[in-house]
């Protein structure tokens, strides 16, 4: 594929042409721990949605909206594990059923219920499909079981970001931008130069590789922890499992001996959840092998996630949601760069996700 | 009528399509107290609009918009009864008319004009006529000879609410959202329950007639003051006119004599009128005869109005509003309830005189 | 040319129609202070800007977008004269070329580069051009040597305003609305009755000339300056040079020579740069030839540009501007005085001038 051609494509993508959303999908709805008996109101791909867990602990994901008047449920009240709504009282089951018209001659219509959504429990999160539910598919979520393994520490955080979630995507699978937009947040040196990579697509997943030889890993990856003295492998890989969600593997062991597992293990996962077309929740975790009582390693993680992830990574990604469908009218010709290949890739993926769902 | 005939009928006034303005009709502009000899700009259908009263006390409205370069007149002054155009001191007397051109050649150009609305102050209230001059018909304007009569004591409120205004005209046509919307504001027992319900429709007027037999009335419509050990009948009625003034009236009588005026009586009065397509000005009155002199019970009710109108149905109001042209995108389903037949008729009526002044 | 015409063709400018941008033409981007080596952005006609100065000093305007990820440059650094983008490193020279590619092979596409823009600094003020950059004609700027000049003293601001910048021009082209709207802040007589007014045209220029024969000038103007006891020839003349570079001159000498130059004189200068359809950046500079150590007329003329400019000026024109496109629902019918002929043809001669542009 020439240049030109990967050139005017990448420019079809961002200029003016929505990015896709994929409905038939796994997303994290919330942390686990967001959610209680309490509602819990959140927009997920441009759906008002609340969240709430019955008496016995089960979480549920209901449209947050009455089919009487339109009030958001979340604005009514919890009657045992039911909704009720807070206009005129109408009560929902878990399941979305109308249980109760307390109006008039209190008959149920038929048709009053409220769309309920497949809604998982793992790893910590609160896992929610929002397609059709005949395809919800439990093994296409990600494996985070380091989140719950004693031999791991995850520091967890999460913000909202004003841009398309692609942005977000496309960020992730290019981690040269850290060199730059993190260079002090990230305590990158300069002399850190990329030895191999590669790329490799399987499904709906798709892997990107980098290896730095005889490297420095970055300051604040493995921080005070990090071997010394000793000439280090160094591995910066990340694994993309559509449609939006991440998982980092930085990694080190003696030269020679690239991703034997022996060595400092630092993992980032990255769970991105459209809100609307141009804003999106950001769900991270960044998990480490080692030092798992150090509250100073605990508090450096935060930081880099304040730092990198809120500050950083929101502020660029929110001024580029702000130019796109712009770029033809101020006559911005689009360059890739041969680190382009897997975010180009992932797109075409996303589009034929789409067209299959339309 | 089936229901699914009422049920498409209602998604279809809610879905997408802007419920109607109607112009040939009087709304409440401003209270009289509200408007001096100091200009008020405020809009209402659409329109900005500047109201003020002559040195003898006369009220005016006209458009706020001077013909020449757009200038808001209310950003003038006043010179004797006349305005002043604060840009290039065009002036126009309180009929609208160029009076003074005091540029270059002084010549008043034949267009140059106000638009001027008829406005008619009753009840304490400045009616303006929004439509064509020709059909402002005074028979129109509700009754309110209560706001005046020393036998009656009414608190007067108002707000701005960010909603279409029907979403407020249904809200007070179906009194039952009251006992969950307002069960706390309006202090309203669990063992209220409807006896009888009629709806009279006469013109452009509709009654929805709802009776309590041996009922206690809810704890804020006459406080301490309700009668005890007695069995009542409770009333609470609506009488709507076309197309947003309401008035509410809640009495009580012996069981057995409904309605005879007997009792304690609390007349609401709302009149709702709108400002653009989705946010409106709501001026309301709550008028009782008894406890004239009570100030207990006047801050009873200012509570009532800051709680049940002001923060309880805004609330709601504002967030369907937000919700309306995307529940089909959404796969909403509305249901309508047998409560909902007022709202129903009006939202009809209204749709004829909206297609009357196309 | 009738009445009807006139107001049919001011109607159309201003009815829905948007007033259109000039892109084949100077406009200040900035005042020369305002831009050093730090990178200054800025959106002049709805195109993001960077501009900066190289270490030799000399001014630089590019694209505020980096045509890899679509960051704004400006959120990267400067690299020597190079900005640097903050997300993946790319680096461009101060003519717009990529000149580094710190990412995968390094190449460098060739089609990487920042748009360009022509940039001249003259009398203090940076000028670009942001059309076509072969018709850049230095000799279209405005003479604004007086900046420069010892006998003469300048008070220079600026500030943002939310309207269309025709607004703003048409305000200048017809002074006659200082005598209301800046009657306070500009101590305007009411005796100061006009004696001649001329209007010529001559390529891209137009000069409004308006003389005051026997008149007291405006108490602003001159200030405790103005010759006492002469009668006097009061001129106050605008000269437009298209599309928004405006210049006034107010002056002032024994009656009967009108013009001759040998009284004081004030000179106003407005530069006007559209930023967006409904936007502006405002510059303004107030230059005279008397009293030039005297602090109290500096502070003058600075209250005059923060009171008449800033609060009246902008008051009124961004009312407008939210009334745009508003008249034909309004049943506005606007009209035109015998004071607008400058404003018409200026409007006309921008039509001409848009109309080539497509």
């Known amino acids: 594929m020439g240049d030109i051609g990967a050139n005017l494509e990448t420019a079809r993508l961002l200029e003016g042409y929505e990015r896709p959303l994929i409905r038939n999908a796994?997303?994290?709805?919330?942390?686990?721990?967001?959610?209680?008996?309490?509602?819990?109101?959140?927009?997920?791909?441009?759906?008002?949605?609340?969240?709430?867990r019955t008496e016995a602990g089960k979480a549920v994901a209901l449209l947050d909206i009455c089919p009487h008047k339109l009030a958001p449920?979340?604005?009514?009240?919890?009657?045992?594990?039911?909704?009720?709504?807070g206009y005129h009282g109408l009560e929902f089951d878990c399941s979305g059923a109308c249980v109760r018209n307390p109006q008039g001659d209190g008959r149920i219509p038929q048709e009053a219920k409220l769309r309920s959504f497949p809604l998982l429990e793992r790893y910590g999160v609160l896992w929610i499909w929002t397609g059709d539910?005949?395809?919800?598919?439990?093994?296409?979520?990600?494996?985070?079981?380091?989140?719950?393994?004693?031999?791991?520490?995850?520091i967890k955080g999460g913000h909202h970001v004003d841009c398309n979630y692609m942005l977000l995507v496309e960020n992730l699978l290019d981690l040269g931008h850290a060199l730059f937009l993190h260079k002090t947040s990230g305590g990158i040196s300069d002399d850190l130069v990329l030895s191999e990579?590669?790329?490799?697509?399987?499904?709906?997943?798709?892997?990107?590789?980098r290896l730095?030889?005889?490297?420095?890993?970055?300051?604040?990856?493995?921080?005070?922890?990090?071997?010394?003295?000793?000439?280090?492998?160094?591995?910066a890989d990340m694994l993309w499992v559509a449609p939006s969600m991440l998982m980092s593997h930085n990694g080190c062991s003696e030269t020679?001996?690239?991703?034997?597992?022996?060595?400092?293990?630092?993992?980032?996962?990255?769970?991105l959840t459209p809100e609307t077309q141009h804003t999106m929740h950001y769900f991270y975790g960044t998990s480490r092998n080692y030092a798992l009582d150090d509250p100073?390693?605990?508090?450096?993680?935060?930081?880099?996630?304040?730092?990198?992830l809120k500050a950083e990574d929101s502020r660029v990604s929110e001024a580029i949601d702000g130019l796109l469908g712009q770029t033809m009218a101020l006559g911005v010709r689009m360059v890739t760069l041969s680190t382009d290949v897997s975010g180009r890739r992932v797109n075409r993926m996303l589009d034929r996700m789409a067209e299959a769902e339309r």
């Open 296 to 308: 100073e390693i605990d508090e450096a993680y935060r930081r880099f996630q304040r730092d990198a």
């Open 212 to 235: 730095y030889r005889d490297a420095r890993p970055p300051a604040t990856i493995f921080g005070k922890y990090a071997p010394k003295g000793v000439r280090l492998d160094y591995n």
């Open 256 to 271: 020679g001996r690239a991703r034997d597992g022996s060595g400092l293990s630092l993992r980032g996962t990255h769970l």
């Open 26 to 52: 796994w997303y994290c709805a919330a942390w686990s721990h967001e959610v209680t008996q309490e509602m819990f109101p959140r927009r997920i791909l441009n759906m008002p949605i609340v969240l709430y």
């Open 133 to 154: 539910p005949a395809r919800a598919d439990e093994s296409k979520i990600i494996d985070l079981r380091h989140f719950e393994d004693p031999a791991w520490r995850t």
């Open 73 to 85: 449920m979340s604005q009514g009240k919890k009657v045992g594990d039911n909704l009720q709504c």
């Open 197 to 209: 990579t590669s790329i490799e697509q399987e499904g709906d997943m798709l892997r990107d590789l």
